[in-house]
């Protein structure tokens, strides 16, 4: 299993249009095989944050997902919106119960 942590800055007059074609992106890979989470939310103290969780079945499904032409779309409608993105890789080996 594969997880990706992520923080997006957007700048302050784009978030509409960035919110915006996140929906599609997100409906298109949520249908993705392998995806298991794909997940942005604002930030409740800086709504010009987005913090981003997806959760892949393996690398071949990254990949795939990478490749996408729906996340290529995005990256071109998103193109000047962004002020920063920083994502972080995590494979993981096994899960458990946080809670019991």
């Known amino acids: 299993m594969i997880v990706v942590k992520g ?10 249009e960035v919110i915006g074609a996140l929906h599609g992106l997100i409906e298109s890979t949520r249908t993705e095989e392998g995806c298991d989470a794909y997940v942005f939310a604002r930030d409740v103290a800086d709504p010009n944050l987005v913090h981003v969780f997806e959760q892949w079945a393996g690398e071949e499904a990254l990949n795939a997902h990478m490749a996408a032409p729906h996340l290529a779309e995005f990256m071109t409608a998103a193109a000047g919106a962004v ?8 494979d993981v080996s ?3 119960s946080l809670l019991g």
């Open 7 to 16: 923080e997006v800055r957007v700048k302050p007059d784009r978030q509409d």
């Open 83 to 90: 002020e920063s993105a920083s994502f972080t890789r995590y």
């Open 94 to 96: 096994g899960t458990r």
